[in-house]
């Protein structure tokens, strides 16, 4: 427990203040308070001590300059327990601060209000940001509030521990002020970058504003170096993203001696996908994963591009191309409006971003790990067909859910013969898209075909209409509480199972 003798509040937002500050004063808590906050407890009675008695000097330029100070940040910062912090807090005369209190000048309903540009400026807090993030770095020994909606937890928490807090709930609502100043910055980020002229041309569709922010800490996409065309849109940085990673999950799975692949990306949805003995044969074989579909794709390629590569595409319309390098014979075939773009082939092994309604999704990214795949089957699955199993997991892996992927080898390559995704359910991924796809190209034999499914077959039906396909091979990573009935089909026609114990939904 850590008791709360000394709290500074500082709030734009004055709603729960004074019940907030009875039950302080009720504890004997010594109330500092800035500006607006002091004028509000001590026009309600309450006893309060300006900030400007801790730090020696008054606010400044018209208030830009408040509570940043040595004396508070050290109030905040010193460590309790380190002897030296101590010791050294009492020769400057440091007394520590137990609890902040603190919210943030409303940038973002500025910005919903559409205000000018200068009242924007003047709505970015810089002293709240500074009081909340020290107060939180030292939460082993600092309470911080940044939001009224706290206060009621808190009061439960001061007023049941006699004065005092649990180190579980300084840490609790540290975490609260990260969360919350990260969503500020990035308001302000995305405000200065539109401004500043940076901003996409539009989001997703025309009436949509986009920008793109650009992670100091991680490579990838967003660093990509532009050769030539034209500028990216919002559009084709999430298709260039999908194509990128899909290739990198490719590239990283055949380890050091990697032979050339390709991906064909079309609205966030590969629809094409190989690895050959040579470039164009890569190419070649991805482009015709679904030759209609490739129109307007985006091409992503873990080689060099050169000016047969680059030839490939004369009679061809392609939005971006991604590869690691391009000659400047390449670069001179290419169609000049054809965004060429140069990345590195290292996965990011940061977290997963996704926006909801009043909030963020994270996540880790989705590995590949084929460690745990087994044969569950009486027919078992020769080594070269595992290899196919494999690379077939990891085609359905970047397919949306619920999905099914068609993958065929010719010795040492590999392609995407056909899939279904996006559906519903399973068998529509088979009846409503592979079946009709396998038509169109006239391949009846799938015998040597490997299906992979990014989730498990819920009941034998999937099993029944893969077989009458003709497919004799299936990877998927089960689960299902219906597996056994699911393999004593497999069995029954005579086709080989294999489960990985990895789900890879994709959404």
């Known amino acids: 427990m850590n008791p709360i003798r000394r709290a500074l509040l500082s709030v734009s937002d004055k709603t729960g203040l004074l019940e907030l500050a009875k039950n302080l004063a009720a504890q004997n808590v010594e109330l500092i308070a800035s500006g607006g906050t002091a004028k509000a407890l001590t026009d309600a009675g309450f006893k309060v001590t300006a900030v400007e008695t801790l730090s020696g000097k008054g606010e400044a330029f018209n208030g830009r300059m408040k509570t940043i100070s040595f004396e508070i940040a050290s109030s905040l910062l010193f460590r309790r327990q380190d002897e030296n912090d101590v ?29 000018g540009f200068e009242e ?16 939180a770095k030292n939460f082993q020994s600092v309470t911080v509030l940044c939001e009224p909606s706290q206060y009621g937890e808190f009061l439960k928490e001061f007023n049941g521990n006699s004065g005092a807090t649990t180190w579980e709930f300084r840490q609790k609502c540290a975490a609260s002020v990260y969360t919350m100043t990260a969503f500020y910055d990035m308001a302000i980020a995305g405000f200065l970058t539109q401004k500043s002229g940076a901003a996409l041309r539009y989001g997703e569709n025309p009436h949509q504003k986009a920008v793109v922010l650009k992670d ?32 990198q999950d490719v590239h990283s799975w055949q ?18 996908m190989a690895v050959a003995e040579t470039p ?61 773009m140069e990345v590195s082939l290292t996965p990011n092994p940061s977290m997963q971003v996704r926006s909801i309604e009043g909030g963020l999704l994270l996540q880790d990214a989705d ?27 990891l085609a359905v892996k970047n397919l949306k859910s619920n ?13 995407l013969l056909t899939m279904g995704s996006g559906q519903t359910n399973r068998i529509d991924c088979i009846e409503k898209l592979i ?27 999937s099993v029944q209409v893969s077989a009458k396909l003709g497919v004799k091979t299936i990877i998927q990573p089960g689960g299902s509480v219906k597996d056994p009935e699911v393999i004593a089909e497999a069995d029954r026609l005579g086709v080989a199972m294999i489960f990985t114990g990895r789900r890879h939904f994709l959404h």
Request: hydrophobic share 45%.
């Open 435 to 461: 079946t009709s796809r396998l038509a169109d190209k006239g391949i009846a034999d799938l015998a040597s075909v490997v299906l992979a499914s990014d989730a498990f077959f819920p009941f034998a039906d």
């Open 216 to 247: 100091p800490f991680a490579d990838g996409l967003a660093h990509a170096k532009s050769l030539q065309g034209k500028e990216m849109s919002y559009n084709n940085y999430l298709d260039a993203d999908f194509a990128l990673k899909t290739l």
């Open 403 to 415: 999905a099914i992927a068609l993958c065929r080898q010719d010795g040492p390559e590999f392609e």
């Open 255 to 272: 380890g050091e001696k990697a032979l050339p692949a390709a991906v064909v990306v079309k609205h966030n949805t590969p629809c094409g």
């Open 367 to 393: 590995g590949f790990d084929l460690s745990h795949m087994k044969t569950v089957t009486q027919k078992q699955v020769s080594p070269e067909q595992q290899r196919l199993a494999a690379f077939a997991m």
């Open 120 to 135: 924007c400026i003047e709505n970015i807090d810089i002293g709240g940001p500074t009081l909340l993030r020290a107060g």
């Open 280 to 340: 164009l044969r890569a190419l070649e074989k991805a482009w015709k994963g679904d030759e209609k579909s490739s129109f307007g794709g985006i091409i992503a390629l873990n080689i060099p591009v050169t000016e047969d590569i680059a030839a490939f595409f004369a009679e061809k319309f392609v939005e971006v191309i991604l590869a690691p390098s391009f000659t400047e014979g390449a670069r001179e075939k290419l169609k000049k409006n054809c965004r060429v």
């Open 87 to 115: 010791r050294q807090a009492v020769e400057l005369g440091i007394e520590p601060i137990d609890l902040v209190v603190v919210n943030l000048y409303p940038f973002h309903a500025t910005l919903q209000k559409q205000a």
